[in-house]
């Protein structure tokens, strides 16, 4: 069966059903959302969860089948807590000796470099120059030193309306290397599933997560409900948001560290008495001060960047710091807990800057991991630079987990003065506005008002409603059924073969219960094939009746993308069955009798067609051309949806996870109809796919960017400074590469071997 991606929406369902549930006063809001969250987070596969407040949506892998649920393990953890790297402001020592049972912990943090070096006491020492050689042997340039912050062509302001923010200091690319973050807090433990990546057979691809991308901050502050958007499955976020408050009461702060902290907590009060909602007008880029301050230290970008590394945040404000412990338990009386050494943040206060602020994910990047030959692991941690970005539905940058360094690239265009802004909501970038916003208002407390919302706000409300009920049908009966079809087609296709028979006898009679499986299951895919069209035709005919720009149609388009996707996924199994049935009778009709069946069975098996009497012969001839006719139709069908759906993956969030696993699986998808079906169409969709999945990688990745995105040599080189219309002057500010910027070859060869592990 050739393989059509399947849905990231497959088993979100039921968030969209919460979600539409309330929209038609169906439930209780709460009860609604803490659906659409408990399921939500599983499907996709995670992006940058949350910034704010929670982390958005984490994308997981898109899959068909029942979400799993994330148990909380007991796995062993290490706790990171980014003091004793060597190197690397290793004042503050974790106290922590012990840990729970079942937890190893270490002193050694920052574990898990991209260079395959491990950064515990065993291994750093030889990790500890500038260089180091990893585990493919290539040199790795270590920026452990440098306070690169300083270079990042980024600026800490006030923005109206968000609290603080980050802005452009001038304009950035695509693919641009932005800031290397690395954590002031950090807990690990394994992968908490195996990774997944995108599948060529739908069959394969149940409850696998691809390559994921840390969500914003906050992701890891979800519990319960909240859970929405978390970064951590929701079982596993409240045991490792526990886990990463109770190891940052259990350190002893210093002053610097300790002002990080009260930095971020400072956010949660603002954030708190303000119940934030974004400004009606857009941010022009003028926005007050340039940094902010806690206990009267000025902290910028650089301090936040690497909060280890200086031991001071401002050597100028040393001298009459205020600890923003004594600052902040000035503040109001918190209940319950001990004060955290030497922050005077109480349990509760850390909690809420872990919830507003940490981001977490059941895996790191899974392709670096592999590049890098490392296991990968689950996380949750406090990176506070990546905690400064807001939000927006319409992101300019992107932020990838890989061992302890938080990786945040541009991936879209900005202009100098621009703020920066990744997304919180994951997955539901591909998702319609009331659910967006749903979750951020629950969850980070703020409304959305970017570019993409203030248009989607504009559609109006019965357009909107009627939209919504479309994608509730597609998600919540037309995918069941497919799913069931395709399990269906799976059965037959493993007895009878992909193709259908094409020997022995036993072939014959394999391929023709291959057959009749798919004869069964063509009703139910005609008739979700009939109800997607209608629901197709009525939302371009409503959509183009609105007067929208090109971009704003595409995000209207994306906000529907289950029905484009479903579209697709039937058309992809309508043409399977058709084959399998066609194949072992060659008969043309889509549907046949059992009597028919039967009686051509018993043709088959009796005689070789040229043995058929002549008006047998005739009618066979006249079928088998019926057959490749109805075939090629299907085929055609097949690629305009896939088109569509490949279209709207440049709409997801550039350089996400879910933007690189689509772009891989249509990309698998398309080889895997090209070589069924050869054509010119085919093949340039094929073409376009490749190209989608190495502008995704490149986005995300940093690679190729020289030769934009059409491939590259391996070896190292410096990110930012290559991609074609960064301005010269710029590349001062450039963020020198943290490590081997991998090539486009050696990550889609990486790509592919995790394809074949997972088949
Ligand atoms: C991780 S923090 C981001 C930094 C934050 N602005 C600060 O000053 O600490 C997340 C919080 O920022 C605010 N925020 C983020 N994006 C926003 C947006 N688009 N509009 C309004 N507020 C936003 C919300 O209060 C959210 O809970």
């Not at 009459?320 to 209940?335: C, E, K, R």
């Amino acid at each position: 069966m050739s393989g059509h991606p399947t849905s990231p929406w497959g088993t979100c369902c039921q968030g969209y059903k919460a979600v539409l549930a309330a929209q038609h006063g169906g439930r209780a809001r709460k009860a609604v959302l803490a659906s659409a969250v408990l399921y939500f987070p599983r499907l996709i596969s995670g992006d940058r969860g949350s910034v704010l407040g929670r982390p958005a949506v984490a994308l997981q892998m898109p899959m068909f089948t029942t979400p799993r649920r994330h148990e909380p393990r007991n796995f062993s953890r290490q706790t990171a807590i980014a003091a004793a790297v060597p190197g690397f402001g290793g004042s503050l020592s974790p106290r922590i000796t012990s840990g729970k049972s079942g937890y190893h912990s270490t002193t050694t943090l920052s574990s898990g470099r991209a260079d395959g070096c491990t950064a515990d006491g065993s291994t750093s020492s030889s990790c500890n120059s500038s260089t180091c050689t990893g585990a493919s042997g290539r040199r790795r340039i270590d920026n452990n030193t440098g306070r690169q912050g300083s270079r990042a062509p980024l600026r800490l302001v006030d923005i109206p309306g968000k609290g603080r923010g980050v802005v452009a200091t001038r304009k950035l690319s695509p693919g641009e290397l932005l800031l290397v973050c690395r954590p002031l807090a950090l807990v690990q433990g394994p992968a908490q599933t195996p990774v997944p990546v995108p599948q060529q057979q739908p069959a394969k691809v149940g409850a696998r997560r691809a390559q994921q991308q840390p969500t914003s901050p906050a992701s890891a502050g979800a519990t319960g409900s909240d859970a929405v958007g978390s970064g951590v499955p929701k079982a596993g976020a409240s045991i490792s948001e526990a886990a990463l408050v109770s190891d940052l009461q259990r350190l002893e702060w210093k002053n610097p560290q300790a002002r990080v902290l009260a930095f971020l907590y400072r956010g949660v009060q603002q954030s708190e008495s303000t119940g934030r909602s974004a400004p009606r007008r857009a941010f022009q880029g003028t926005a007050a001060a340039a940094a902010d301050s806690a206990g009267g230290v000025v902290i910028d970008l650089t301090d936040l960047t690497d909060p280890w590394d200086s031991g001071e945040p401002s050597a100028s404000a040393n001298a009459s710091a205020t600890t923003p412990a004594a600052a902040i338990s000035s503040g109001p009386a918190v209940a319950g807990g001990s004060v955290a050494h030497g922050t005077g943040l109480m349990a509760d206060q850390l909690a809420a800057v872990v919830r507003l602020n940490a981001t977490g994910l059941p895996s790191d990047d899974v392709l670096l991991a592999k590049l890098y030959g490392r296991p990968n692991h689950s996380f949750i941690g406090l990176w506070p630079a990546h905690a400064m970005l807001n939000h927006s539905c319409a992101p300019n940058a992107v932020a990838v987990v890989s061992g302890s360094e938080l990786f945040i690239r541009c991936c879209a265009p900005v202009p100098a003065g621009g703020e920066v802004c990744i997304t919180y909501s994951g997955a539901l970038g591909l998702g319609p506005l009331p659910l967006r916003r749903a979750l951020l208002e629950r969850n980070h407390r703020f409304r959305c008002m970017c570019p993409r919302c203030a248009a989607e706000e504009r559609v109006p409300r019965e357009l909107a409603q009627l939209w919504s009920d479309i994608v509730m049908l597609a998600s919540q009966q037309l995918q069941p059924q497919l799913m069931a079809a395709a399990a269906a087609l799976r059965v037959s296709s493993k007895v009878g073969g992909a193709g259908g028979f094409n020997n022995a006898t036993s072939g014959v009679t394999t391929a023709a219960t291959s057959a009749t499986a798919a004869a069964a299951a063509l009703p139910a895919l005609l008739e979700v094939r009939g109800q997607v069209a209608k629901c197709f035709g009525l939302f371009e005919e409503t959509l183009g009746q609105l007067s929208l720009s090109p971009q704003e149609e595409l995000w209207m388009q994306a906000s529907m993308y289950p029905l484009y996707e479903t579209r697709a996924r039937c058309a992809q199994l309508i043409t399977t069955a058709v084959a399998n049935a066609t194949s072992a009778s060659g008969v043309s009709e889509e549907m046949r009798s059992p009597e028919q069946d039967q009686a051509h069975e018993q043709q088959l098996k009796q005689a070789e067609p040229g043995k058929l009497p002549q008006q047998q012969q005739v009618q066979a001839q006249q079928q088998q051309e019926d057959a490749i006719e109805l075939e090629r139709r299907l085929s055609e069908e097949y690629l305009d949806a896939l088109s569509l759906c490949l279209r709207l993956q440049g709409a997801a969030n550039a350089g996400s996870d879910m933007h690189v696993q689509l772009a891989a699986r249509y990309d698998a998808a398309c080889a895997a109809h090209g070589a069924r079906h050869p054509g010119p169409r085919g093949q340039q969709l094929a073409t376009d796919a490749r190209q989608r999945l190495e502008r995704a990688l490149g986005t995300r990745y940093g690679a190729g960017a020289e030769t934009q995105f059409a491939g590259t040599s391996g070896g190292m080189r410096t990110e930012g400074v290559g991609t074609s219309d960064t301005p010269g002057p710029a590349k001062a500010d450039a963020i020198t590469a943290p490590m081997i910027a991998p090539s486009l070859e050696e990550l889609v060869v990486v790509l592919d071997e995790l394809r074949r592990q997972q088949l």
